[in-house]
């Protein structure tokens, strides 16, 4: 089994030029993956693993083996090597180097009544990584992101959906290929906005439905409040007019999963 203990080793460098820039991650179609259930989930998502790299202190090549019995190539890293690539200090020893999948909406495999939410411009990577921990807990088919302000094999990304990012069909696009994509394929568009809108609670999501939100600061464009088959408001009882972004797709989309009885 091959030994890299050197923070200085050219392969080690590359991982962190891996971790720090997206075109890396583009150029290469690779991103790292840290700790034990992430990358279960990552394999359980479909996604291929091409190296592990583990700090045998914290876990043993038993563990290891239980993880997968997918021959990969397996390389045991020093301290100082895992301190220099690990995000976490309570992941569990191990990073892996996967493969990215593609992100088209072509590659889309939804349901005969699909729910869908959408995210427009979300620039955080703790928002991104909330809401798709919401998408996983409610089971909805799909997450898209339409006109991202980052890749979402970003390390924060990764590693705030704490590998949710690997439980859910996952699509970008810009804001006007997906609404052309909803209306191809007859899903009705509900737009959570401020404007020229009606209370979420009073509309149907039985049928093929997508839950569009935007960021706090700018809300969603004005694009999606003309397209939408309607624009949505949650109530807001308090001083302020918005909440978090991830706070308010958890609320529709469980008022969508209840009116579905949880189906």
């Keep these: 089994m091959k030994q890299i203990t050197s923070v200085q080793n050219p392969f080690i460098k590359s991982l962190v030029q891996l971790q720090e820039k997206a075109k890396v991650r583009k150029q290469t179609g690779t991103f790292l993956i840290e700790g034990k259930r992430e990358i279960e989930l990552a394999l359980k998502g479909g996604y291929e693993l091409e190296t592990i790299l583990f ?3 914290i876990i043993s090549e038993k563990q290891l083996n239980d993880l997968t019995n997918i021959s990969l190539n397996i390389i045991e890293i020093s301290k100082e090597v895992y301190q220099k690539l690990a995000y976490r200090d309570t992941t569990e020893g191990i990073l892996a180097i996967a493969k990215t999948k593609s992100l088209a909406l ?12 959408v995210g427009e411009s979300l620039e955080k990577p703790g928002n991104v990584g909330a809401i798709l921990r919401t998408a996983d807990a409610a089971n909805i088919d799909a997450v898209i992101i339409a006109n991202p302000k980052s890749d979402l094999y970003n390390p924060n990304i990764v590693r705030s959906s704490v590998g949710c990012l690997f439980t859910r069909q996952i699509a ?14 007859n899903i009705n568009i509900y737009s959570a906005t ?3 809108s009606t209370e979420y609670h009073t509309q149907n999501y039985t049928t093929p439905s997508a839950l569009v939100v ?3 600061a700018t809300g969603l464009s004005e694009k999606w409040r003309t397209e939408s088959t309607k624009n949505i408001i949650i109530p807001m009882q308090g001083e302020i007019d918005s909440m978090n972004v991830s706070v308010a797709a958890a609320i529709l989309l469980f008022e969508a999963k209840r009116q579905r009885q949880f189906q």
């Design 55 to 57: 700090f045998p202190e």
């Design 106 to 117: 072509s590659d889309l495999k939804l349901s005969e009544n699909p729910l869908i939410l």
């Design 172 to 185: 970008v696009g810009t804001t006007e290929e997906v609404i052309a994509y909803f209306k191809r394929n």
């Design 194 to 196: 401020l404007q020229d």
């Design 214 to 216: 935007g960021t706090e």
